[in-house]
Every structure is written in structure tokens, then in C-alpha cells.
């Protein structure tokens, strides 16, 4: 059952951010609703109004030029990220995450700025953005800022968004030989909510030196985190198979998972050590031969 | 292709496999028209021993036809328990207990009435009486003690569903929380807290064992010879236990009931997608002090039953509503969360095993202590400790048995039927003990156990004959679609670094003896017919087979025969629909009745042909008479004999009472325990990866011993569900708490069933005809079966794989990576 709350629906992005200017601190905004929605029936939370954007056509911008890089609308569907062959050649590590977040129906449902905004160490989409580089890019009635991702999540579920501001859109930068990776770790195949998650980015130079290298971890922290002794493990280095697994042991020990009934830290660590070394190893073939997913 | 064993070929473990076209085309042609991918032509295997069946002369029996549910189901016509709704109907919501275990101290329930909308709230206080169908322990809401989290405390009726639940959040009760006890073992140490303080003081069962200041509300035992000299005697001993986590039924309908009480006709009815609506009218009368034939129930279509359906559930509290809202219909649909948490399950157990063999591989001896977890009721726990226990004596044939099977309370979810009514649990532990005393005895497992099964004539355990055992057939099947001959079951590692290796299980279970069941038939004068009858239709395909049955016996197209809606007021008494039972027992009845039809069409026959009814006789639809003069039945309609005469009702009735032999109390020796046992075996190929313990299923194969099959699809379908079903208890479900009994993750994220992205594996299945002599047609139950085996064919593949045995289900990867690490290959995963 769900609690009684007024129901704002903007015609437009200015309406959006003038009533959000005005009493934003009541407002709770929706876009898929798949998270804000489950969580209020299950009666973890309730607000005085939710203001549903999910028909903005301004948020909803997806294009990507070569130099430039891509612009995600805050709308745009885990199924269009999915879909898209843009981002399955450029930018695959994102189109694997997407690809696996909940049920189909909530992948036609749910959104990027919904999974940002949401802010849980294990959504799909925010370690693939880690290593890519992300940008958030919000507004407000103040104008724009320009946060990068990893500078965005101020705690578990929190992020540094104020109660004025929207999430407009994700900028990645054109990543050119930069080639990534996730893995998802679940119990079951679909529908689960990842147990543990590795993301990896780099470029091999002429020398076949590993460059630009990003790791992150998915539930592994309050936060979606950057697992930066990992990355300078394998930086400016020959990526052997000796020093993937050097990046999975640091990994391993600068993430900070913890025990809950769904699953120990101890075994959380064990894990990392497989998957991160796999994970790097994907986004390392990949750069080799220039290409995304295939 | 069809599974052929000549009787020549009795002993080769390869058996021959040859092609039937007559069973291959039909196949083919049902898979061109039904976009089934399930049902390849290569799934189905069929032995050829009774020349019958599809390769028979049966005009349906054997053939896969097209379901009698099929239709209304797919196209949302179908009505599921929640469809229920009627003019000036009240929705119900329930307040549930947060504790465990607790002392109701007061209730406040001012504002919950005051929310506008609410018609009736009611406490424990109001809703005298207690129901159990073997200890009368439990009451429709709780009185003065909760005994787990998510007991039903506080009813409420209101004009819609949204003050319902409204006034739910407004209840206050006060509570004195007391200490609970979650574990089925712990529970029975001297000095656990008592879940109820003393059995006998509640009505109870005739033959009732439970123990009074214990958790302990039944006992089972079964004695077999000596064990303690065999286990002195024997080459090899080998000592563990085991424990199976509870599991929920997921079903996709959630529990849901309507209730309505008529004051002109002082009638109660329910609307209930119940799986047993005459044992639910009995209890629910004796709780409320009604005549049965004031009780109604009307069975809606069961949108998944499981067992979950077979108990009353929620049933009494729409009663106890509706008894207090007289003339207006009461609906509750409970939601996914209140399901998990006050729904029913299968409890965990705790299972201590000692097995024994000797050198040249010939089972000793064999002691298992069962502790069921019965939850906070003792429910239908007796049962599964009696039909469980008489089964435990396993598919092997041990001369020294010893079982003590305790059904214990606990302060968790209370237990109820399960598909597979605890054997799927004793199997994972004494088929996990196989594997060990093979591998301690160097032999193949497949050699050792077929060692040691039962054959046709064998004297079981508790001293029967066995009759048409397929367990040898069921095992080299399941060994030859696996593979298992070329050896390479044993562990091995791939290129990329994952270690594979096969496993498999046997399966025995038995239908719950004596029952009974009833069938009327109204034969129609264009040769239709409608079948009454009261076996529930929950997907198993009942309402698909009871016609193949009656359409087969009169010689009439299968098209011809319906089933009319189960309703205590209309449709005849039967059991319950569990226990793999109605395929043979309905189908039983169905043919009699049937034969009372063909009695009668000889009579009117007789009359209007002017003949002697000596000389009238049926054969395979057609009546023939003197002079030539004949009816084919189907074709009645074209003539007049049913013309103003005796209207045409064929009655059928089936009990095996009188086959049964009541186990004696001690030893449970019984030259008749069940009216038919049911055989099986299963193996399969996994992988684990040795850095993470996640596994993967390669290959499945599952052989079952169908008797006859009287609907091919059916019989696959319902095998690869079971196997689906199996596959995920062993690798994903468990119902978890804390230390005081609360719920964890009630909720289908967190119980994690199985997708169909789970079941990317091919399931290659065997149907193994081996008719059985109670039926006309050899039909042997084939619902719960093949759920038996999966867990313990797919954790022995594992252990074997890990080179370490794992002692628990479900093989969570942070067990299976524990067994790599403590493992003899753990230097390879490094």
C-alpha cells in the first residue's frame, strides 16, 4: 500500500526546477520509479510529494560525437543503454552493466539518472561510469554544475545533489583505444542485485603498456569506489598474468565489503581476487583489438 | 527416439536405443503446432516392455494431448483465487506478530477502528476453537502467545483494501517477548524453550506420539534387523550429518481466500484455491460448528499449489470475518511479503546418518535421526514424518535399518506439504553417503548402487514384496543420457581452469495410504461427457488426464470428455489432491465409473434393439447385438436409444483400504505400506569454478518410472519442472532468520528462486513404462518423484568436482569455495 503523497507531474524542465526551487526539500523525484516506488509500498519510505520526470524531453538527450564523447540524458533506459551499438563498441562496460539491471521490464522502465540518483553500492551502472570517466552534469534555477561521478555519492544512498537541482545527463568522455569491462557476481543468473561487481578501463600504448587504467568495485563500500591501488599495480606496466592477479589482491584489500546475512566480507574478499584479475583481462582483449563488445 | 530394452539385454548397463516413428511423429507434429521448445522428439524416451502406450492401441491413452486447461489459461479466462470479487464485497487485511516468540500482554485497537471504512476487527479473544489435522494446536489468530514471526494476530474487514490495511498500521499490541528456539536439534536439548507448553492438552489423533514439556509433537520409528551388529560387522562406516534449509513455495498465486455467510440458508461458502476442499469443509465445520453440508467450497483454479495449498491457511479467517459480516462476501489476498512470512513452507532439517557396506560393495546397515522443523505448528508434520519415514528405507536394498524420524517445533514459519513431502531431504543425505562409500571402496558409484537397488520381488525393508520396481531401468537410462559409461564422470579440469565431474541419485517415495476417491460420470445423448469429480487441477495436468482416462475406457474421442469445476456442493468426495495420488486413484475411479456407463448403454441397447441383454457386449467403443446390430458410441447421437429412458450416470469409487497393512507402531514392518511406490534415478554434469564457487549445470538427466504414460507431454513436463524445482533448493533457496526467529528475506529478491537464465541446461528425460497391475492402463503418480533426486544428484556432481563434500544444501558458493580450499586440489585453484 502505498502512503498518500501529492503527485507532481512537470509539463517542462523550467516548471520542474522553479516548483523544486520552491519546495524541493518535500519533493522526492521519480523517474522509472522502480526503486522509489518498491521501497515506499515496502513502507521504508514516504514523502510529502513525488514529482515524476519521466516525461521531460529535455533529460532525455543520448548522442556521441568522435573527439567529443557521449551525452546520456538523466532519462535515458537501461534498455536503450542496453540496446544502443554506440555504447556496446565504445563504452561496453556500461552496456554490460545496463544489460543486467533487474527484470527486462524494469530495463524498459528504469533509468541512468534514476540509478545515479539512487546512489546503492551495488547498481549496475555506477562502477562502469567510474572507470569511464563520468561526468554528472546537474541544474537547477542557479544554472549548471559539473560533478565528476566520483565525487558524487557522499554516502550510502546519498548523494551531493541539491534538493533544487535535477540531474540533467551523463558526459563520457570519448575513451578513443580505451576499452572496459564488468562483471557481475550474483547467486542467481538474472534478476539479482550483484553480490559482488568489478569494472575495468584501459588503453595499451604502442609499447603494450596498460594506460589509463581504472578498476572499480560494486558493493564493496558505502559507496561505488575507485579501487586505486589496483589501477597503479598495472599502470605504465606489461600487463601479465602475474600482475593481474597482484591488481586482484589490492583490490581485495583496499575494499572495504562487509558482513550482512546475504554474504560474509571474508568471502567478499576471496572473491574479489577472481574477479578483478577477469575483469581486467576482458577490457585488456578488448583494447588489444580496438573493439567493444562483440 | 525411443528408449527400447529387450528382455534379452537385462544386464547390459548400455542400453539399446531405437527410433519410434509412430511416437516420433506425433511429436514432431505436437511440436509444429505448440511452439514448445521443451518437447524435442530426442526428450522422450519410452520402454518398450508392455507393447503399450503410445506404440499401444490406445486411441488416447499414451498420446500428448493438448491440455484441457491450456487454453482458458493462456488467454486469462481461467479464474485464480484473486479473480474472486462479488457486489458489496469487504477486503480483509492482517495485523501479523513481529516476534518470534511472545506473550500478547494487551491489544489496542481504537484507532484501527476508527479508520473509516472498517467494518470488523477481531483478536484471537473473538475466534474461539483450534484446528490441526493431527494435533488441534493452532487457532485462526493468535491467543495469548505468538509463536512465530508473522502469526496472524489481528483481522480486519473494511469497505475497500486500502482501510484495511490502513487499520493494520494502526494496531498497538503489547508484547513480553520471550526467547525463541529456531533450530529443529537445539530444539529438542534439554532445557529449549517450549514452543507450546503440552501436546495432550490439545485435541489430538488417535494414534498421536508427540511428547508433552519437549518441542516434540511426533516420533517415527522403523526397525530393520540389527544395525548396531551390522555397523560391528561391516567393511566400511562412514558417519555424517546433514542439513537442508527451509524453503517457501514461491507459488506464482499468492494465499488467498472469499469467504460468504448466507443467514437464510445458514451457509458458509469459500472461494479457495485449495488442493484439498474436503479435508479444508471438515475442518473448517468442526471449527465452526457447522453441519458439512453447510460448509461449501468452491475451488478456483490453483495458480500453484505445491503442497502450500493443501492445509486450511487463511481459509478461517475470511470464516471468522464473514461469520461476523453475515451476507457480505470477504476477500483476503495476502501480499508476496505476508506469503513468506505467514504463508507455509517446507521446514529445514537436521539429518544424522551412519551407513555401512561391505568390501565387495554390498550395503550393511544404515541409522538416520530426521529433526523436521515443523515451525511453530504442528500442521501436516506427522504426516511427512510417517510417509517420509516409511521411505527412508532408500531405493537400496540394506538388511540392518534403523530410522527415528522427529517432527519438531520450532518458533519459525510453520511447515505444510512440500512436493516431495521429505524425501527430497532424507535422499540428499543417504545419497551423499553413497558416493562416499564408493569413493571409499574405489568403486564406480553407478556399479555400487546398482548393487545394492531393489528388483521386482525384493522384500523391503518393512517386510514387502515389492511389486514392479523400474529402479534398475530408471538408473541405466539416467546413466546412458549422461554419459556415465565412458567413465568420464570422474573430476577433471578444463582448459580454462574449471573443474567438472558428473553425479547422480536415486528416488523412491510413496503415495499416502489408505484414501479414497469418487467419480460421477453424466454420459450426454450426443456421447459427450462430463466428469465430476473433486481432484484439483494445480498444472499438474489432472484435468487433462481424468478425460484420457474416461475417453480411453468408452472408446469415445478424447474431445468428448470435460471436467466440471470442483464444488464440495456439486462435484464427489475426494481425498486431497497431493501425494502424486490422482492420476492413479482418480484415474481409478474414472474408469470404474466409466464401466458403469458402458453397463448402462448395454442396457438401453438391449431395449432398443429388443434383444437379450446376455447378447449385448462392448468392445473398444462399439456395442455389438445380435444380428449384426451394433452402436459405435460416439455416434449415439444419430440414433434414439437414449431416447426418454433412463438418463445415463456412471458412478466410480476407488479406496485402498482394504490393500493396506498397518504398519506396526514400533517397527513400522508392514506388508503393505502404500499402494504404489514410485522409482526414479537422475544424473548430471556440473562445473565449478574453483576461484568463486559458483556452479554451473552442464547436463541433466532424469529418469523416472511412469508406469504408464498416460499423457506423454504431461509426463515430461511435469519431470523437467520437478528437476527445475530440485535444481533450485539444492543451488538457491534457503529461508533464513536471526537468532530470535525473525524473518530475513521474505521477499523474492532475497529468496532467490530460480529464472529461467538458472536453467540454461538441457534436461533429458526418460519416461521408463513399466505398467503397474492396480490401473487399467499401468499409470503409476508421477507429480512429486522426480523433485526427490535432484539435490542429491547435483551435490554429489559438486562434491565430487570440489573433491570435498558438502553436508548442506543449498551449495552456496561460499560452501563450495570452503570445499575447494579444504579440498586435495586446492593448489590447482591458486
Known amino acids: ?294 | 527416439m525411443t528408449y527400447k530394452k529387450s528382455d534379452q539385454d537385462q544386464t547390459s548397463a548400455s542400453t539399446k536405443v531405437k527410433t519410434t516413428t509412430d511416437l516420433e511423429s506425433k511429436l514432431k507434429q505436437l511440436a509444429a503446432s505448440v511452439p514448445l521448445s521443451s518437447i524435442g522428439t530426442e526428450d522422450v524416451y519410452v520402454d518398450q516392455a508392455g507393447k503399450v502406450g503410445v506404440m499401444g492401441n490406445y486411441q488416447t491413452v499414451g498420446h500428448p494431448e493438448e491440455r484441457k486447461d491450456a487454453r482458458e489459461k493462456v488467454t486469462g479466462e481461467a479464474v485464480f483465487g484473486p479473480d474472486v470479487e462479488f457486489p458489496n464485497m469487504l477486503y480483509a487485511a492482517v495485523y501479523h506478530s513481529p516476534y518470534a516468540h511472545a506473550r500478547i500482554l494487551s491489544y489496542d485497537l481504537e484507532d484501527a477502528k476508527a479508520v473509516e471504512g472498517v467494518v470488523c476487527v477481531l483478536t484471537g479473544k473473538d475466534v474461539p476453537g483450534r484446528f490441526g489435522a493431527f494435533i488441534a494446536d493452532q487457532s485462526t489468530l493468535a491467543v495469548d502467545k505468538v509463536r512465530y514471526n508473522g502469526e496472524p494476530v489481528v483481522a480486519i474487514a473494511a469497505e475497500t483494501a486500502h482501510a484495511a490495511k490502513e487499520a493494520v498500521q494502526k494496531v498497538k499490541v503489547e508484547y513480553e517477548e520471550l526467547e525463541a528456539v529456531t533450530d529443529p536439534y537445539e530444539a529438542m536439548q534439554p532445557g529449549a524453550p517450549l514452543v507450546h507448553d503440552n501436546w495432550s492438552g490439545y485435541a489430538h489423533a488417535a494414534d498421536f506420539t508427540g511428547r508433552d514439556g519437549t518441542n516434540l509433537c511426533d516420533y517415527f520409528p522403523l526397525r530393520h534387523g540389527d544395525v548396531e551388529k551390522g555397523f560391528e560387522e561391516a567393511d566400511i562406516v562412514v558417519e555424517n550429518t546433514y542439513r537442508t534449509a527451509g524453503v517457501n513455495h514461491s507459488t506464482i498465486e499468492l494465499h488467498v481466500a472469499t469467504a460468504k455467510f448466507d443467514i437464510a440458508k445458514n451457509r458458509l461458502t469459500i472461494w479457495s484455491p485449495t488442493q484439498s476442499p474436503f479435508m479444508i469443509r471438515k475442518q473448517l465445520a468442526g471449527l465452526l460448528g457447522l453441519k458439512q453440508s453447510e460448509v461449501r467450497i468452491v475451488c478456483t483454479y490453483i495458480g500453484g499449489g505445491f503442497g502450500g495449498k493443501y492445509e486450511i491457511k487463511i481459509e478461517p479467517i475470511v470464516a471468522a470475518l464473514a461469520m461476523h459480516c453475515q451476507g457480505r462476501a470477504v476477500r483476503l489476498v495476502y501480499n508476496r511479503h505476508e506469503d513468506y512470512l505467514a504463508g507455509c513452507v517446507r521446514g529445514g532439517t537436521v539429518i544424522k546418518i551412519k551407513s555401512a557396506c561391505n568390501r565387495d560393495g554390498k550395503m550393511v546397515a544404515q541409522k538416520i535421526e530426521n529433526y523436521f522443523d515443523t515451525g511453530a505448528y504442528s500442521t501436516t508434520g506427522p504426516r511427512i514424518n510417517y510417509n517420509a519415514g516409511l521411505a527412508a528405507i532408500s531405493p537400496y536394498k540394506i538388511p540392518n535399518v534403523w530410522i527415528d524420524g522427529y517432527t519438531v517445533a520450532t518458533n519459525r514459519q510453520i511447515t505444510s506439504a512440500y512436493r516431495g513431502f521429505g524425501m527430497p531431504e532424507y535422499t540428499f543425505a543417504f545419497e551423499n553417503q553413497m558416493d562416499l562409500l564408493a569413493d571409499k571402496l574405489g568403486m564406480d558409484p553407478y556399479v555400487f548402487r546398482m548393487k545394492n537397488i531393489y528388483h521386482t520381488g525384493d522384500v523391503s525393508a518393512t517386510g514387502e514384496i515389492l511389486p514392479e520396481v523400474g529402479l534398475e531401468k530408471c538408473f541405466k537410462a539416467a546413466a546412458q543420457m549422461i554419459g556415465w559409461e565412458k567413465g568420464d564422470w570422474r573430476r577433471h579440469v578444463t582448459e580454462d581452469g574449471k573443474w567438472r565431474a558428473k553425479g547422480m541419485a536415486g528416488g523412491i517415495k510413496l503415495t499416502g495410504t489408505p484414501s479414497s476417491s469418487s467419480v460421477v460420470v453424466r454420459f450426454n445423448d450426443d456421447a459427450t461427457v462430463q466428469v465430476s469429480q473433486s481432484g484439483m487441477e494445480l498444472g499438474q495436468g489432472a484435468f487433462t488426464v481424468i478425460p484420457q482416462f474416461v475417453a480411453e475406457r468408452l472408446g469415445i474421442p478424447y474431445e468428448n470428455v470435460s471436467v466440471v469445476p470442483v464444488d464440495t456442493m456439486y462435484t464427489p468426495y475426494e481425498k486431497t489432491t497431493t501425494g502424486s495420488r490422482v492420476t492413479f486413484h482418480v484415474g481409478n475411479a474414472a474408469v470404474r465409473a466409466a464401466e458403469d456407463v458402458i453397463d448402462q448403454l448395454c442396457d438401453l441397447c438391449a431395449i432398443g434393439w429388443e434383444a437379450d441383454r446376455e447378447s449385448i457386449r462392448f468392445d473398444k467403443g462399439v456395442i455389438f447385438g445380435p444380428m449384426g446390430k451394433k452402436l459405435v458410441v460416439k455416434d449415439i447421437g444419430k440414433t434414439s436409444l437414449m431416447k426418454e429412458q433412463d438418463p445415463i450416470l456412471g458412478r466410480g469409487t476407488y479406496s485402498t483400504s482394504d490393500i493396506w497393512d498397518k504398519p506396526d507402531p514400533d517397527t513400522h514392518a508392514s506388508k503393505k505400506p502404500t499402494v504404489q511406490w514410485f522409482w526414479a534415478a537422475q544424473a548430471c554434469e556440473v562445473e565449478v569454478d574453483p576461484k568463486t564457487g559458483k556452479i554451473r549445470i552442464l547436463d541433466y538427466a532424469a529418469a523416472q518410472d511412469v508406469g504408464r504414460a498416460i499423457n506423454t507431454m504431461n509426463c515430461v513436463q511435469q519431470v523437467e519442472g520437478a528437476v527445475v524445482m530440485g535444481m533450485s533448493h539444492c543451488m538457491l533457496e534457503e529461508l533464513l532468520d536471526d537468532e530470535q526467529g525473525h524473518l530475513l528475506n521474505g521477499n523474492m529478491v532475497d529468496f532467490k528462486v530460480a529464472t529461467s537464465q538458472d536453467t540454461d541446461f538441457d534436461i533429458k528425460v526418460a519416461l521408463i513404462e513399466n505398467p503397474v497391475s492396480d490401473n487399467l492402463y499401468g499409470a503409476r503418480g508421477i507429480g512429486e518423484p522426480p523433485v526427490v533426486p535432484p539435490a542429491a544428484a547435483i551435490s554429489n556432481a559438486v562434491s565430487r568436482a570440489c573433491g570435498g563434500r558438502i553436508l548442506s544444501i543449498p551449495l552456496k558458493c561460499e560452501k563450495v569455495l570452503d570445499a575447494v580450499k579444504k579440498g586435495p586440489y586446492r593448489k590447482e585453484a591458486e
Open chain 1, 1 to 294: 500500500m502505498l502512503p498518500e503523497f501529492d503527485l507532481l507531474i512537470p509539463k517542462t524542465l523550467d516548471e520542474a526546477l522553479t516548483t523544486l526551487a520552491e519546495r524541493g526539500n518535500e519533493i522526492k523525484v521519480v523517474a522509472g520509479g522502480t526503486d522509489v516506488y518498491v521501497s515506499m509500498h515496502g513502507k521504508y519510505q514516504s514523502f510529502p510529494a513525488i514529482m515524476d520526470i519521466k516525461h521531460l524531453q529535455e533529460l532525455k538527450e543520448f548522442s556521441f560525437a568522435e573527439g567529443k564523447g557521449a551525452v546520456i540524458g538523466a532519462l535515458t533506459t537501461h534498455h536503450t543503454l542496453d540496446r544502443s551499438e554506440i555504447i556496446r563498441a565504445h563504452y561496453p562496460a556500461l552496456q554490460e552493466g545496463a544489460s543486467q539491471v533487474g527484470s527486462v521490464q524494469i530495463r524498459h522502465r528504469g533509468t541512468i539518472g534514476g540509478n545515479i540518483c539512487n546512489a546503492v553500492p551495488s547498481a549496475d551502472t555506477l562502477g562502469p561510469l567510474l572507470v569511464l570517466d563520468a561526468k554528472a552534469v546537474t541544474i537547477s534555477q542557479q544554472g549548471r554544475r559539473e560533478i565528476p561521478l566520483k565525487d558524487f555519492f557522499a554516502g550510502p544512498k546519498r548523494t551531493v545533489i541539491r534538493a533544487d537541482e535535477l540531474l540533467e545527463k551523463i558526459l563520457l568522455p570519448d575513451n578513443e583505444s580505451r576499452r572496459s569491462a564488468y562483471i557481475k557476481f550474483t547467486r542467481r543468473n538474472a534478476m539479482d542485485l550483484a553480490l559482488l561487481g568489478a569494472s575495468a578501463s584501459l588503453r595499451v600504448d604502442e609499447d603494450g603498456l596498460a594506460r589509463d587504467v581504472r578498476i572499480s568495485l560494486t558493493t564493496c563500500a558505502p559507496t561505488p569506489m575507485r579501487a586505486l591501488h589496483a589501477e597503479q599495480v598495472l599502470e605504465g606496466k606489461i600487463p601479465s598474468e602475474k600482475l593481474l592477479k597482484e591488481a586482484g589482491l589490492a583490490a581485495s584489500r583496499e575494499a572495504s565489503p562487509r558482513t550482512s546475512w546475504r554474504c560474509t566480507e571474508e568471502y567478499r574478499r576471496e572473491n574479489l581476487k577472481a574477479i578483478v584479475p577477469r575483469v581486467i583481462a576482458t577490457a585488456l582483449a578488448r583494447a588489444r583489438e580496438g573493439v567493444g563488445i562483440q
